[in-house]
């Protein structure tokens, strides 16, 4: 079915997502269990794929929101039931406020931008604000980046099409691992689910 990406990306009811683009995840710091997801985001160039969008956005007047995650120093709140979270509360935390939790300087966010964290969970629709704050904005359309393609990407996905947005995701601006593993992921899940596109269209589309 043909899609007008123009139209479906109108900034006056788009928003774009930037699903845990931090430095202890995609960054230098995203060492240990991370080391595999970090190469992959540097091999494709990730980080400034996503900036070409993200200052796209910012040119058009579409909101932008970052989608964080952190872990207290004594894990209260969070709860290890599943394998991804129990492998979280191994090594350095990404405590609030430390330059592991923050945001990679290529990204990071300016006056006017709103920055999510949770502190249980792998997804961001799940809990907080924002289901309502899109809603309130009238966001009709969110363009999903970051990572990751193995969980939280789809995750993320899954849940705004739950909520009653469209999604579109540009190829170049998330990753995952291993390559073959992504691709499968977009042939047979995300395809059916969300408009896949690349970088050049939707900073086309917001030009």
């Known amino acids: ?47 400034a794929q996503i900036a070409r969008v993200l200052a796209a956005a910012r040119a058009a007047k579409v909101p932008v929101f970052y989608l964080t995650i952190a872990r207290r120093a004594d894990n209260a709140g969070a709860t290890a039931n599943c394998l991804l ?46 289901d309502q704050l899109l809603r309130n904005l009238g966001v009709k359309t969110v363009v999903a980046t970051g990572v990751s393609m193995n969980i939280g990407i789809p995750g993320m996905t899954i849940e705004a099409v739950n909520c009653g947005y469209q999604v579109v995701i540009p190829r170049g601006a998330v990753t995952g691992t291993p390559d073959e593993y992504v ?25």
Do not use: Y
């Open 1 to 47: 079915m043909p899609v007008d990406l123009k139209e479906l990306l109108n900034p006056a009811h788009s928003a774009l997502l930037l699903m845990e683009c931090q430095e202890g995840v995609i960054g230098s710091g995203g060492a240990g269990r991370l080391n595999a997801l970090a190469d992959a985001v540097a091999r494709h160039g990730t980080i």
């Open 85 to 130: 979270l129990a492998l979280g509360r191994k090594g350095d935390p990404l405590l609030p406020g430390s330059p592991r939790q923050a945001i990679v300087n290529a990204l990071a966010p300016i006056d006017g931008e709103f920055v999510l964290n949770r502190f249980h969970g792998v997804t961001p629709f799940h809990a907080g604000e924002l």
């Open 183 to 207: 691709d499968a992921v977009f042939e047979h899940t995300l395809r059916l689910l969300a408009t896949i596109t690349t970088v050049d269209e939707v900073v086309a589309a917001w030009r």
